[in-house]
């Protein structure tokens, strides 16, 4: 399940944010995942799910914890463009942002 884009381009800044979200699937469940890091363009999860390259998939995150107004989750749907396998049954998914849902 190891598969990334040929060229890693970043061209936005990315920010570590290490926030708990879960990743909906079509067929209606969801899977806990960690947001790791969020840019404009795209985000990285860590979660036990391996995605299929290309999949479009709908992530909410939830807020910061140590943020100090109440704010609702951000709610995406992310196109994956690479999926690594970690320790523990856990993988890096990595994606573009496809349309920002709420």
């Known amino acids: 399940m190891d598969y990334a884009s040929p060229r890693d381009r970043r061209l936005d800044r990315r920010i570590p944010i290490g926030c708990s979200a879960h990743i909906r699937l079509n067929e209606g469940e969801e899977v806990s995942a960690e947001c ?9 999860l860590r979660a036990s ?11 909410v995150i939830a807020s910061p914890t ?3 107004m109440e704010r609702p989750p951000l709610v995406t749907h992310l196109r994956v463009t690479r999926c690594h ?3 523990g049954g856990q993988y890096e998914i990595g994606g573009s942002t496809v349309r920002i849902v709420g």
């Open 49 to 59: 799910y391996v995605p299929s390259e290309g999949e479009v998939v709908e992530v």
């Open 85 to 87: 396998a970690l320790t």
């Open 36 to 44: 790791i890091e969020l840019s404009v363009s795209g985000m990285t």
């Open 66 to 68: 140590d943020d100090k």
